[in-house]
């Protein structure tokens, strides 16, 4: 196998998941039965952590946790570094917010939406965050993030470094006094 070989089946693989990614997004959008609602946009104004944010909505601060993920927590391995990625991805842009349902903090529950790219997915792809399977359950934007997850573990992308990746939900039951946000 030659370099450019290799070469050409990255860009290859690169396409199939740039391509996967599109669809997914486009099956979300065309899919009444995801989202309790229309989409509506909004300025990223704080990034908390890699799973929270606010926003700018209509000049009122709106807080958005993001739907169907988990990301580290600041304490735990990756905590730092994942909230970096999101507010790369984030930070002071406009985004489109899909409300999927408020939790009991009074959250916004969300899909949301940078450009053409789904925010909750792109984390899980890159290894930023968990799918977080009690709360993912909207099987036509689940399955394809577990699929992604899989593909960022398999890769070693991100927490995945970690052989002992513990997810966010189990870490906060063994610290139990950890500072949340």
């Known amino acids: 196998v030659t370099y450019n070989h290799c070469q050409g089946r ?21 899919s009444g039965a995801a989202t309790t609602a229309h989409a509506w946009p909004a300025e990223v104004i704080s990034v908390g952590d890699g799973d929270s944010l606010k926003v700018m909505r209509d000049k009122r601060i709106v807080k958005i946790r993001l739907y169907g993920i988990d990301s580290p927590e600041m304490e735990q391995a990756h ?14 842009r406009m985004v489109e917010v899909q409300e999927m349902y408020r939790d009991n903090y009074g959250r916004t529950v969300a899909l949301v939406w940078s450009e053409d790219t789904l925010i909750n997915a792109e984390l899980v792809r890159v ?3 968990w799918l977080y399977p009690r709360f993912c359950r909207a099987k036509e934007l689940c399955e394809p993030m577990a699929r992604l997850q899989e593909e960022a573990r398999q890769a070693r992308l991100g927490l995945w470094q970690d052989e002992h990746a513990e997810p966010p939900w189990k870490w906060k039951r063994r610290h139990p006094q950890a500072k949340r946000r």
């Open 79 to 92: 905590g730092r570094a994942s909230r970096h990625i999101a507010r790369q991805r984030l930070q002071g």
């Open 127 to 129: 290894g930023s965050a």
């Open 10 to 30: 990255k860009m290859k693989m690169q396409v199939v998941k740039g391509l996967f990614l599109y669809l997914f997004a486009l099956s979300v959008m065309l």
